[in-house]
C-alpha cells in the first residue's frame, strides 16, 4: 500500500533518499542541497517536499514550492520535480503524490498548481494532462548575471 506524507524537521536522511532518487531519475547528479543544508531546507514553510513510500521503501517524491501573490486569491504552488522510482512507475504512485499535493494547495488556500513538462516528455505530459488543462506557455532562464546589476537592492 502507498502512503504519501510530507517531509518536515528530522526528516534529513528521507530527504537524502529523495535527492538521490531525483539525481537517477533526472540523470543530473548534485541538482538538489548538499546534506548540511537538508534540515534548513526541510524547515523552509514555502518547500514542500512530498515522498511515496511502500512498506518504508521510498518510491516516489515530489518537490513543490507554496507561492503568494500579493491578491492571497491567487496564491499557487508550483510543482518543480516529480520522479518515481523505475520499478514503481505505471502503479498510480505520481498520481498519488499530485493528489496529495491537491490535497494540501485546498488546506494552503492555493488556486492552483502549475507544472511545466518539456515538449518531447510525452508521458509527464499525459500524466499532467489528467489533472488539469495544458496550455503552451514560453519559459526563459534568466541568469542572476542577465537580470541586472543592480547592487543597491537587498
Known amino acids: 500500500m502507498i502512503g504519501v506524507r510530507r517531509l518536515g524537521a528530522g526528516d534529513a536522511a528521507v530527504l537524502g533518499r529523495l535527492k538521490a532518487l531525483f539525481d537517477e531519475a533526472f540523470e543530473q547528479p548534485g541538482r538538489m542541497a548538499a546534506d548540511a543544508g537538508f534540515e534548513r531546507l526541510l524547515a523552509r514553510a514555502e518547500v ?68 511545466q513538462a518539456d515538449d518531447d516528455d510525452a508521458a509527464a505530459q499525459a500524466l499532467y494532462a489528467r489533472f488539469g488543462e495544458g496550455r503552451r506557455v514560453h519559459h526563459f532562464d534568466i541568469l542572476p548575471a542577465q537580470g541586472g546589476n543592480r547592487a543597491d537592492i537587498d
Not at 68 to 81: G, I, N, S
Open 48 to 115: 514542500i517536499l512530498l515522498v511515496a513510500e511502500d512498506g518504508g521503501e521510498l518510491v516516489g517524491g515530489l518537490l513543490a514550492y507554496a507561492l503568494p501573490h500579493v491578491d492571497p486569491a491567487r496564491d499557487e504552488l508550483y510543482l518543480y520535480d516529480l520522479a518515481v522510482a523505475e520499478a514503481h512507475r505505471r502503479r498510480g504512485v505520481a498520481s498519488a503524490l499530485i493528489e496529495a499535493l491537491g490535497g494540501l494547495a485546498t488546506k494552503l488556500g492555493a488556486s492552483a498548481i502549475f507544472v
